[in-house]
């Protein structure tokens, strides 16, 4: 079967669907029926709407969700800044905008911190305040979150890439394992607790200030293939029951962090209903799709996940998640890796375990990232693009036990002071590298062995230095 064989086994059980109206009771009866607030909720509980879009956006775009809890989320103190002792550095920084390639070596393991404290914004693009935009963040924790706090990001969906470790997500709606090859969407607004049950992790966060994800368009591809809808899993019900401890939330607010109290869980939704919630997905199950003739198809036939720049036009993303994962390569006189690029697109890429094809080199390893922003020209380095040029073009299969992924963007990305110094992790040499080695491959023709255009450059110096004989 198509799917990641884990290290550590699954420990919840899920509803399979995205972009499904998903129902879920923890206590059989907790979900009323027919009605959404009706005057008395089943065993005393509130009826609180959660809405992650406006109420009257189009119907296919609308995600509302009902919550049957045991006390509403606004029962809690007015938000301060969070402590200063914080060391997280997901809040505001100067974006700096440069045109060079950037690559990072692995950021680093840190295992004095929790999840909150491990978040560092290394690039990002927009303004949250706006709901435009994205940001590009770093984890790497090696504790649990205090066993009475929960977090929350006001500021956008967060699309969590576990590289190591696992993650064990209380969320609101329900919990989710999520492992390294598995991906996890929590919604804005979403509260949520992290604990790291087989110690220290690290990896990658894309937060989407704008819209929601969504399945890519499959066009001429047809009903199925990529990422499909089944294989996506959402949480159920699962509640506690404490309305006498005290509680601190934190909130990610316009990149700023806040803390609230209050005296009762926010783990306490006995029941839910709706197109709004938290969801993860199996990198393993992705149906690649790929060329069976020739030449390299565009890296858009990756896409796990899409959310649409509407202002941009169609088919343009504000963000994509695409992946590149183990695939048969079978083209015919092909340069089979990805083609030297210059594209108005940005494009993140980080790597998840293994080797990517594309970058032979040494350079780009698991748990560092590179950033080829928008008409930044990038490309396979000199030793993949000898190696391919002269490779027997047999079919093979690439990329076993490898995952590398982009989070693309039609945004110029800016990159943080974290990013560019504070991390130590940027490679000065990245350039010289993977370019700089390549050397000319041009051979003219032998005079009257090779058409040359008619008017060209090439015509005209080919004539003089016949001329000279």
């Not at 609308?62 to 938000?79: C, D, E, G, K, V």
């Not at 990001?153 to 919990?175: M, N, R, Y």
Request: charged share 20%.
């Amino acid at each position: 079967m198509p799917v990641t064989k884990f290290n550590v086994p699954e420990k919840y059980r899920y509803q399979n669907g995205f972009g499904s109206y998903h129902e879920s009771e923890a206590i059989e009866g907790a979900l009323p029926v027919g009605a959404n607030s009706p005057q008395k909720p089943p065993f005393g509980l509130y009826a609180e709407k959660l809405s992650g879009t406006s109420f009257t956006a189009p119907r296919h775009e609308n995600q509302q969700t009902w919550l049957y809890r045991i006390l509403p989320s606004a029962s809690h103190t007015p938000f301060k800044p969070h402590d200063a002792s914080s060391t997280s550095g997901a809040t505001s920084q100067k974006l700096h905008h440069i045109p060079n390639q950037l690559r990072w070596d692995p950021f680093d393991m840190d295992e004095t911190v929790d999840w909150v404290n491990s978040l560092h914004l290394v690039a990002g693009a927009g303004e949250p305040t706006l709901k435009q935009g994205i940001g590009i963040m770093i984890f790497a924790a090696g504790k649990d979150m205090p066993e009475k706090q929960a977090f929350y990001s006001a500021d956008g969906d967060l699309l969590i890439v576990p590289q190591h470790g696992v993650l064990d997500i209380q969320t609101e709606l329900g919990p989710l394992l999520v492992r390294p090859n598995e991906i996890a969407v929590i919604p804005r607004g979403i509260r949520h607790r992290v604990t790291l049950p087989s110690g220290p992790v690290r990896g990658y966060i894309l937060e989407l200030y704008q819209g929601h994800f969504a399945l890519p368009e499959l066009g001429p591809i047809g009903s199925n293939c990529l990422a499909n809808a089944r294989d996506f899993q959402a949480p159920r019900a699962h509640f506690t029951e404490d309305t006498s401890s005290t509680w601190t939330l934190t909130s990610k607010f316009s990149n700023a962090l806040f803390s609230a109290t209050q005296s009762h869980t926010p783990f306490d939704v006995v029941a839910w209903h709706g197109l709004y919630y938290p969801y993860k997905y199996d990198l393993g199950r992705f149906n690649t799709i790929g060329s069976i003739s020739h030449d390299h198809p565009d890296p858009s036939i990756f896409t796990v996940l899409s959310a649409p720049s509407h202002a941009h036009g169609p088919g343009t993303a504000i963000a994509d998640f695409v992946i590149f994962p183990p695939r048969w390569l079978v083209a015919e006189d092909t340069f089979r890796p990805p083609w030297y690029h210059r594209n108005t697109m940005s494009e993140f890429m980080g790597l998840i375990h293994g080797d990517y094809d594309a970058k032979t080199g040494g350079g780009f390893k698991p748990a560092g990232a590179s950033l080829h922003n928008t008409m930044s020209a990038h490309g396979p380095d000199a030793a993949t693009h000898t190696r391919a040029s002269e490779a027997d073009l047999k079919p093979m299969k690439i990329g076993e036990g490898s995952m590398a992924f982009m989070f693309e963007s039609c945004a110029m990305v800016g990159v943080t002071e974290w990013g560019l110094k504070t991390a130590g992790k940027v490679q000065e040499g990245y350039n010289e590298e993977s370019w700089t080695p390549l050397k000319p491959r041009f051979k003219r023709p032998e005079a009257g062995k090779g058409a040359v255009g008619k008017g060209g450059a090439g015509e005209l110096a080919n004539e003089a230095v016949i001329g000279t004989g």
